[in-house]
């Protein structure tokens, strides 16, 4: 990192910096001998490490956590299981650790419905929830039809991948079938998205995989944005281990997707221009997850607006917001970010609950990207709370420098797993 280092960054705003911010708001909680009833909605980064940390800062308070799925697959690394560098079982975690050692009460089904008013929420299986306090964590929803002629029946041919599961399972087996000297076409939308920087970790990783197994196909990544994250970093690692492999078409040289032909695995962009694929794959649009409309805290962008200082709702009272969902630059749309933000947020519902006024917080975020198995980048931020806004730190964060070494980008890919690991464990505990 080009203006803090790694230690001071850790010792900054790092995940060993928020745990005592977190411990000294639910120490508040638990010495009142408060409870209260919690329901957790959302099982991914922000959600389980919010359940997790209500439970550790006050076992007295009652915490449900809602998620559908009963093994959760992280979007993080899933781009390695693309590359076949990566088993699914390797990004599948489950909720055991959250029952059996912490108390968290786990229901496997969705959340249909919240009345704010009545503070209940409707599950599909019938069940209705009450809660004192109710944390969100819905990740996104893709905006379909928004590009022409992407809905759920077109990603069934063209996969977005965009959220981990049997999306990463179809596009791994299509590019696996694809035929040698053929393209993948990759459409990245305009922010805000979910990981800025992952289309192109993706497009890197699959180039990567065409290198070793597929050596006459190439990588066509067309783009609604002129720059993208760690733009500099990339192109000078994709010209490093891939030469002419991957091409980027910004907006301004006609990059961005209006049409999609699922069928035919091809689409038309803004000045006519047509692509044929031999692999398609559409990143729609996106908005926070589905039932943070039905809560009634979304606003007309889509996403949900909170108060910085501890992530509840601005629209509804005592419904709290973490991670993809909401509106919260310039801390991005990441895993890292959910699972900070899940922290505060427990910490802000323990002092509500115990009847104390809630310390400022400050999170923090790093973005591992990997250009390479063993070729990674980093960009890396400290943020605050002022005046109802997040913001960054002056002089904190940076990104790896332009001029590193080769040994420096190797050790920059052993800590993206080192990140992994340890942040999987922090959330879900030990790993199927």
Known sequence: MSQFSRRQFLKAGGAAGLLPLVGGCAALGARSGSAGRVVVIGGGFGGATAAKYLKRGNPQVEVTLVEPKRVFHTCPFSNLVLAGERSMDSIAHNYDELKQVYGVRVIHATATDVDPVAQR???????????????????????????????????????????????????????????????????????????????????????????????????????????????????????????????????????????VDAARLEVETEFGTRHRASVLNVVPPQKAGWIAER????????????????????????????????????????????????????????????????????????????????????VAGVYRAENQRVISVPGSGGVSPMEASAQFRRNEAAYAVGWYNAISQDTWGTQL
């Open 121 to 259: 929420v409707v599950l599909s299986n019938g069940q209705r929830l009450d809660y004192d306090r109710l944390l969100l964590s819905p990740g996104i929803s893709m905006r379909w039809n928004e590009i022409e002629g992407y809905d759920e029946a077109a990603a069934q041919l063209a996969p977005h991948a965009w959220q981990a599961g049997p999306q990463t399972e179809l596009l791994r087996r299509q590019l696996e079938a694809m035929e040698d000297g053929g393209t993948f076409v990759l459409s990245v939308p305009a922010d805000p998205f979910r990981c800025p920087p992952g289309p192109y970790e993706r497009a890197s990783l699959i180039a990567h995989y065409f290198s070793q197994h597929k050596p006459r196909s190439k990588v066509l990544i067309l783009d609604a944005k002129d720059n993208f994250s760690k733009q500099g970093l990339f192109m000078q690692g994709w010209r490093e281990l891939y030469g002419d492999r991957i091409e980027w078409v910004g907006r301004a040289q006609d990059g961005e997707v209006t049409r």
């Open 295 to 378: 809560a009634g805290v979304t606003d007309a962008s889509g996403w949900v607006p909170v108060k910085a200082n501890t992530f509840e709702s601005q629209q509804v009272a005592n419904i709290y917001v973490v991670g993809d969902a909401t509106v919260a630059a310039p801390m991005p749309k990441s895993g890292f970010a959910a699972n900070a933000q899940g922290k505060v947020a427990a910490a802000a519902i323990l002092a509500s609950l115990g009847g104390f006024e809630p310390v400022d917080p400050y999170w923090a975020n790093t973005c591992y990207s990997l250009v390479g198995p063993e070729y990674g980048i980093t």
